[in-house]
């Protein structure tokens, strides 16, 4: 099943000490992850709320990932306010588990930054200047 997930720079840094294999455990107050099922949801999201958060570093990140067809079933749609917002509830604890059931690399297929953003996106890897591969060779 292909998911996305909107995330702030902070976010985006622990996925990458992952090697873009695992999103961080939740946070106290965060009882669910919730990845959606439609890229634009996404968007809207990393756009529109990422931005202007401060604890997101006033920058939004588009993810795309793939998770085992079969597990992702454990986990029931969500509408969260219209059927153009559909998520999926995975319960925090069932975070570690649900990581092992990604199927491949978590990538970044969009990045956008609010006015006060601090830092540069490399427009080809969408990624934080600091966090862009280093060269092969």
Do not use: K
């Amino acid at each position: 099943m292909l998911l996305f997930r909107p995330i702030g720079e902070a976010e985006l840094r622990l996925i990458a000490a992952s090697g873009f294999r695992a999103f961080p455990p939740r946070l106290v107050h965060q009882p669910i992850f919730y990845p959606v099922l439609d890229r634009d949801y996404a968007v809207q999201i990393a756009r529109d709320w990422n931005t202007n958060d401060e604890a997101s570093g006033h920058a939004g990140f588009v993810t795309e990932f793939d998770v085992d067809d079969e597990f992702a079933r454990r986990y029931p749609v969500q509408d969260a306010g219209s059927r153009a917002h559909r998520e999926l509830w995975v319960p925090a604890e069932d975070l570690p588990e649900f990581n092992r059931h990604i199927v491949g690399s978590i990538r970044v297929t969009a990045a956008f930054q609010g006015p006060s953003f601090a830092g540069s996106i490399d427009p080809a890897t969408l990624l934080p200047v600091d966090l862009r591969p280093a060269p092969a060779g």
